[in-house]
């Protein structure tokens, strides 16, 4: 039985640097993505307005519709979003409660659509980010203004942490090969 011995080349040290660090920038494009599509709202437990209502996965628009929609005739069919807390918790009337949970829709409609153009904010925030770091002119990347920045105005960053943490190796990397 025969063996075959295949010589191979070595890549070249400033290829294998081009390929290793094209890589790790297609990884943090990866990373950039999944956390662009986890995070486009709200996607954490809440108890707002004065009727308690959980935002989880609520969509402002609909939540808009729905408070108009109630307004012109109550249904409780149409009540996007169970409230925690009702007419005796608050200690009003079943119309002065209705009123409540008809404004609290709407504060929650105008919330919720601040927290998408936030999760949109950080996405861009991130392709500017990528953009840089592409181009070589980022260095050090700085937390204010990062995507996980923006997502922490909300409590912590669950979507855009491995990212953050990525970007800094992988720029640390950078700074430590300019170094040496």
């Known amino acids: 039985m025969g063996y075959h011995v295949y010589q191979t080349r070595a890549m070249p040290p400033a290829k294998l640097k081009g390929h290793i660090m094209t890589t790790q920038i297609n990884e943090l494009r990866e990373l950039a993505a999944a956390a662009a599509s986890r995070w486009t709202g709200c996607d954490w437990t809440t108890d707002e307005g004065r009727t308690g209502l959980d935002l989880d996965d609520a969509n402002g628009a609909a939540l808009r519709r729905a408070a108009e929609a109630l307004d012109e005739g ?5 009540m996007p979003v169970a409230p925690s807390r009702g007419p005796d918790e608050l200690g009003c009337d079943l119309a002065d409660w209705r009123e409540a949970y008809i404004d609290d829709l709407r504060d929650a409609a105008d919330w919720l659509e601040r927290v998408a153009e936030d999760a949109a904010g950080a996405a861009a925030a991130a392709d500017e980010i990528m953009a840089q770091i ?22 912590a960053c669950p979507a855009w942490r491995a990212w953050q943490n990525a970007a800094e190796e992988y720029l640390a990397a950078l700074g430590e090969d300019d170094d040496a």
């Open 74 to 78: 109550w249904d409780d069919d149409l």
């Open 134 to 155: 592409e181009r070589g002119e980022l260095r050090e990347l700085a937390y204010h203004g990062s995507p996980c920045s923006i997502e922490a105005e909300y409590g």
